[in-house]
């Protein structure tokens, strides 16, 4: 099985590095180097190094998947697809093609702005950046995968990124979906107290107030977990270290990317093919 992948996985890697797509990648992270690292005009601080590649790796990683997804969707691959065991390989193979080339873009622009640039970077720092830019890589090049038309199946990928919509808005908005939660109870204990059902209506006052004091409060930080790596991955870095608590957010990226691979995986092994031409 591992063979297989590698070799499907080299195929699209070397589909989509001599493809134009692949020539504009190769044009953009030269452009992306020249704008944010000129070596004439700064000399980058170490955060600004880790957070800017960093970005510039997950900007990269989406375009660079969806690119090998839409060539491993179209016909001609067919007669590799019916042959494999399992659709799970071919998907397996999208994705290591896809992070090895956004990889290698990534790191090649890394190696020219610490030459030519020369960030101060510790050892210790130089250690924590291969887990850091691959967890977040995985889990985008995942993400990029169900925005894909080889994954998706039906509307999920609606379903997936609606979901990350109503938690991000979920988050930011906390304490106006806690006040808006707060209003029927209230209404509800205002219905009960008229009608002289006060053992029903104080604790569904109690409820509203609570929910319009402490609610969003709350929501807020059951919210807030769901995106606490990514947090915790940024204020490390401009930090300089990662304390033992934050040293498990690329192991918690990791988690999310495998949760999101295997319902990539299950889609694309219940949908019915509909390849382009």
């Not at 080339?101 to 101060?120: D, H, T």
């Not at 807020?220 to 270290?241: D, H, K, S």
């Not at 999310?256 to 694309?268: K, S």
Request: no cysteine.
């Amino acid at each position: 099985m591992t063979q297989r992948i590698f070799t499907l996985s080299g195929y699209l890697f070397r589909s989509l590095l001599f493809s134009l797509a692949g020539l504009l990648y190769i044009l953009v992270a030269l452009a992306f180097y020249k704008v944010f690292f000129d070596p004439p005009k700064r000399t980058p601080d170490t955060d600004y190094y880790i957070l800017v590649i960093g970005i510039f790796g997950m900007a990269l990683t989406f375009l660079t998947t969806l690119s090998v997804a839409a060539r491993a969707n179209k016909a001609i691959h067919l007669p590799l697809l019916v042959r494999l065991p399992s659709r799970v390989e071919y998907l397996a193979a999208v994705l290591l093609a896809a992070l090895v080339f956004a990889g290698l873009l990534q790191l090649f622009i890394a190696f020219l702005a610490l030459v030519f640039g020369a960030p101060a970077l510790s050892l210790r720092q130089a250690l924590e950046i291969p887990p850091l830019w691959l967890s977040v890589n995985v889990l985008i090049a995942v993400l990029a995968l169900h925005a894909s038309d080889l994954v998706t199946a039906g509307w999920s990928r609606v379903y997936v990124y609606g979901l990350l919509a109503i938690l991000l808005y979920g988050q930011e908005g906390a304490d106006v979906i806690g006040r808006w939660l707060a209003a029927p109870l209230r209404r509800l204990a205002s219905l009960f107290a008229t009608r002289g059902w006060i053992g029903l209506s104080t604790p569904f006052s109690r409820a509203g107030e609570w929910t319009s004091s402490r609610g969003g409060e709350i929501l807020e930080q059951l919210l807030g977990f769901v995106f606490w790596p990514f947090e915790a991955v940024t204020n490390a870095t401009i930090q300089g270290f990662f304390s033992r608590t934050q040293a498990l957010a690329p192991a918690i990226l990791l988690l999310y990317a495998t949760i999101l691979f295997l319902l990539a995986a299950d889609f694309l092994a219940t949908k019915d093919l509909f390849l382009t031409e």
